[in-house]
């Protein structure tokens, strides 16, 4: 049958021109309600207020569909005149700029009765003016708004200081001795930074001083300071002494007459050696004097080395007196080379034979020596009496010894004369 286009509705806003194909004859929708779709370029729009979250800007406005709202132009307003500027700090900075404090300069900024000022750092407002003093490292950041229209702007800058490394070249003298507490030490030179410098150690006040005397050994802190107030930090060690060890060794025991080194063993290199004065010594002031006591004795002894440490040892020799005197019982004087002579043997210990006698039976006294020493054949018997040889048998002796301690001995016998 014949069918007809007309006008209807589809319901949608974003439609126009809606039509629709019905059957003449009784109306039956052929071909349904449909439309030509709207957008930006077709449909009806409209500019109205929205908020573009940019403070420097005003008046922001945007284009939108009418039939659904779509956004056709997005939200954009009018740049704000509205300006913040900080100026450079005027000159370099220096350590101490910022303990006397310096000023930040928002000039060049927007200015106005309706202008107003916020210094913020580290997330505070620390200022309302269009200049700020600061004390400390860090951004700061300059917000201006306009209350007449709400415009805001924003401009950050950073304090640095420059980095100043001070390298001083120190001498240490470490303790003398052990106790004395007497460390030093001298700062030759400093390199970095401006000169002069100053110097404090531990928590004393900064001073031109560069020797510091007198300290306990350990660790110590030194502060330098140049010119513009950059610091920095030294450790100083102050090295214990190492006590002075000396060793005499063992007490020792000799025999009386002999002799023994006595030999300083040190950790140090000594100036000066002092054993206690004793006669039995070869030498009071050197580092192995020969010991020969008599008798028991104790040595001692004082060193000081070459930091002037002093030490102090001694040692104990102790002397076997066992009395060694030989008399023979009997000899041969036939002139054979062995066993010729009669005489007194001894070791060391004795000082001499004060007498010597010999005697027949009857008393007669065939042979006499004084003050000699013993082992000496100068002062035996020959067994002859007068320039005669005398008859084999039993003959006395008499002999009196000194040792070298003094002690004097008796010594009396027979002796067997054979040929």
Known sequence: GSTSVVPCDDLDPCTINDLETVLDSDGTVCIPCAGAPTDCSNGATSV????????????DMQTILDCDGSICIPCMGTPCNTQAVIQDPIGSLTCQSLSAGIILEGIGSSEGPSISYEWIFNNQVIGTDI????????????????????????FE????????????IIDIIGESCPGESDGSFFIDTTFGGQAPYLYALGTNPFSTNIQFDNLAPGSYELSIQDADGCESQAEIIIPQANELIIDLGDDQEIVLGDSIELSILTNSTLASIIWEEDESLSCTDCI??????????TYS?????????????????RVDKQRKVFVPNTFSPNNDGINDFFMIYSSQEVNQVLNFKVYDRWGTTLFSASEFSPNDVQYSWDGTYK?????????LYFAEVEYIDGRKEIIAGDITLMK
């Open 157 to 168: 800058i950073e304090v640095m200081l420059p980095v100043v490394f001070l390298d001083p």
């Open 48 to 59: 109205v207020p929205c908020d573009d979250l940019d403070p420097n800007t005003l008046n």
């Open 288 to 297: 192995a004097p020969f010991a020969s006591p008599l008798n028991q004795t």
């Open 301 to 317: 002894v004082t060193v000081v080395d070459i930091n002037g440490c002093v030490a102090e040892e001694e040692i104990t020799i």
């Open 387 to 395: 320039g005669e040889e005398m008859q084999p048998g039993v003959y």
């Open 131 to 154: 200049s700020q003093e600061v004390f400390e490292e860090g951004i700061y950041t300059l917000q201006v708004t306009d209350s007449s229209n709400g415009c805001m702007s924003s």
